[in-house]
């Protein structure tokens, strides 16, 4: 008997192998989507990032250098210790930096 080709609606694997393809192919769609808002997204952030950095640096204040006060060459030795307590003090509140401070005391310890 020869194989006969069966008309009309495709049978119980042909209904099968077409789901599958169709949900194959419906979920490499939905993740290049997915994937490409993702990137879309982290791009705008990455950008949004970058725009309030810029905006932060334009309105910061330019930094001050302070310059610590020469103390006279010849002082007593109270005022020397009152001296290194303000010095101590500009340091803590970070008026001065360690630099700064330990060139301003070897001025007054010199």
Request: charged share 20%; proline share 6%; aromatic share 2%.
């Amino acid at each position: 008997m020869p194989l006969m080709r069966r008309m009309g609606r495709p049978g119980l694997i042909g209904m099968a192998a077409r789901t599958a393809v169709v949900a194959g192919t419906a979920a490499a769609v939905s993740g290049n989507v997915a994937r490409r808002q993702q990137k879309r997204a982290q791009d705008d952030y990455e950008q949004h990032q970058y725009e309030l950095q810029e905006e932060a640096a334009a309105m910061a204040p330019a930094p001050v250098a302070a310059v610590p006060q020469a103390a006279p060459a010849a002082a007593p030795a109270g005022d020397v210790v009152s001296q290194l307590q303000a010095l101590a003090s500009l340091k803590a509140q970070g008026v001065l930096s360690d630099a700064e401070f330990d060139a301003a005391k070897a001025k007054l310890l010199a």
